[in-house]
C-alpha cells in the first residue's frame, strides 16, 4: 500500500520559513517523479513544484520562484519543500503527489501552511 505522509505545515508569520516533508513507503521512491501542489479556500489545486526521480526539477510556479526550494532524498524516501520569504498569499494546503511519465499516480492527505500578515 502507497502511502505519502506530509509533515512540517504551521502557522508562520509573512517573511517567515517553513520546510514541508513527505514521506513516502510503499513504493520504488526512486524510480518516481514527486511533485508539491497546494489548494488555498476556493481555488482549484495548482502545481508549485515538480522533481524528476534523477531530481531534476522540471517546474515552478512563477509565484514562488526564488522562495521555494524543492528536494529529495532517495535513500530516505522523502521529498522536501524548503519555503522562504512566505506570504500570505502562499496560505494553502499543501500536498505531495508522485507519478511516473508525468503523471500523478498518489496522493498524500495534505498538511495545512498559513502565512499571517
Known amino acids: 500500500q502507497v502511502q505519502l505522509v506530509e509533515s512540517g505545515g504551521g502557522l508562520v508569520q509573512a517573511g517567515g520559513s517553513l520546510r514541508l516533508s513527505c514521506a513516502a513507503s510503499?513504493?520504488?521512491?526512486?524510480?518516481?517523479?514527486m511533485r508539491w501542489f497546494r489548494q488555498a479556500p476556493r481555488k482549484e489545486r495548482e502545481l508549485v513544484v515538480s522533481?524528476?526521480?534523477?531530481?531534476?526539477?522540471?517546474y515552478y510556479v512563477d509565484s514562488v520562484k526564488g522562495r521555494f526550494t524543492i528536494s529529495r532524498d532517495n535513500a530516505k524516501n522523502t521529498v522536501y519543500l524548503q519555503m522562504n520569504n512566505l506570504k500570505p498569499e502562499d496560505t494553502a494546503v499543501y500536498y505531495c503527489?508522485?507519478?511516473?511519465?508525468?503523471?500523478?499516480?498518489?496522493w498524500g492527505q495534505g498538511t495545512q501552511v498559513t502565512v499571517s500578515s
Open positions: 503527489a508522485s507519478g511516473v511519465d508525468g503523471a500523478v499516480d498518489y
Open positions: 510503499g513504493l520504488t521512491f526512486s524510480t518516481y517523479g
Open positions: 522533481v524528476t526521480w534523477s531530481g531534476r526539477i522540471t
